[in-house]
């Protein structure tokens, strides 16, 4: 079809009678017979809705790994990207957002087989550091798709951690979870910033016990004694000085995260809010609301005995008229003041 760019391959991936349709291998063997392989299974969809989507897609949202696997085999691209409107973020127009790529796709349909196959084989591996047109990697989709049920929760977290280790053992040199968006976020970020309290809550207690990826955890034992025991907690990117954002930044500042106060009542970003309070949090509420009374009473204070008879500016004679210009001065200062530090903040 000229106008989409649909081939009669997906077509016929579309049309599956028991997860087979005998004419996918006979379109291949003519392709290959006519010379045009690559072109006939990588032919992306050209209209609004679907643009970019290939057979591979398709073969992989159909659940179908012989056909995946007769895919790579005869060279279809695994990094093809389906950008179409249909695969926009549902609060885009969209419908369904699974981060473009293969390997995502199958990541995000709960596929660890495919995953692995994608990421395995011997004919073009899939790039786990691979990002989409937003910056966004397998993780990040993973992290976009998540919705706080208990069963979407268990299967994301269970893929996360599988494409994180397999990273880290693929790719030694690289921390999949320290790569970050088109909008500065890195998964752990985007789940705080979205409020996807599952996937968020299992980032910042992981605990790996492979040895090749421990040090992927954020969490490790530091003692136990019977059924009391003591860990320490990676707080990078939780509590970070500097100019990265902070996911506790993120979290305090961003009003529009409905479930932002359970977010915070999630270890250890409550214990670390309540050590905050007790070293210098407290002292600096006080001292702040401390001043701002004082400021409130010298600003009601002249204002009550400022002059009523004749016209401004008022002249200044008397000790209580030295002490009024005191606190019109005091007044204006600390308006300056709160006036530049709400704009900074």
């Not at 293969?102 to 550091?129: F, M, W």
């Not at 494409?163 to 088109?182: G, I, M, Q, R």
Request: with cysteine; net charge neutral; glycine share 6%.
């Amino acid at each position: 079809e000229p106008s989409t760019g649909k081939t009669c391959l997906p077509k016929a991936l579309l049309n599956l009678s028991g997860g087979r349709n005998d004419t996918i291998p006979l379109l291949l063997d003519i392709a290959e017979k006519t010379g045009n392989m690559r072109e006939f299974i990588n032919s992306p969809f050209r209209d609004v809705y679907y643009r970019g989507q290939t057979a591979l897609h398709i073969a992989i949202e159909r659940r179908c790994k012989h056909y995946v696997e007769l895919l790579v085999e005869k060279g279809a691209d695994v990094h093809a990207q389906a950008r179409g409107r249909f695969f926009q973020p549902k609060d885009e127009g969209g419908y369904f957002y699974f981060g473009e790529l293969p390997l995502s796709l199958a990541a995000c349909t709960n596929q660890p087989h495919i995953v692995h196959y994608l990421t395995e084989n011997g004919h073009k591996q899939a790039d786990l550091r691979r990002q989409d047109s937003r910056g966004n990697t397998v993780l990040h989709a993973l992290v976009a798709i998540a919705d706080n049920t208990r069963e979407n929760t268990k299967f994301v977290t269970k893929m996360y951690d599988l494409l994180l280790v397999k990273c880290a053992k693929l790719f030694p040199d690289t921390n999949l979870e320290a790569l970050l968006n088109n909008d500065g976020l890195s998964p752990l970020m985007m789940a705080a910033k979205t409020g996807k309290i599952g996937i968020f809550q299992h980032i910042i207690r992981r605990e790996i016990t492979d040895e090749d990826a421990r040090h992927l955890s954020r969490k490790f034992k530091d003692w136990a004694y019977g059924p009391v025991y003591s860990s320490l907690y990676d707080l990078s990117s939780l509590d970070t000085c500097g100019e990265e954002v902070s996911v506790l930044e993120i979290l305090v500042y961003n009003s529009k995260i409905e479930n932002r106060h359970e977010m915070l009542a999630v270890e250890p970003i409550n214990e670390l809010l309540r050590d905050k309070w007790r070293k210098f949090g407290a002292v600096s509420f006080y001292i702040s609301v401390v001043s701002y009374l004082c400021a409130m009473v010298i600003f009601t204070l002249v204002a009550y005995y400022r002059p009523m008879e004749g016209p401004p500016p008022y002249p200044y004679t008397t000790t209580v008229d030295y002490l009024r210009l005191a606190g019109e001065i005091i007044t204006l200062l600390t308006g300056i003041l709160f006036f530049f530090t709400n704009v900074s903040a």
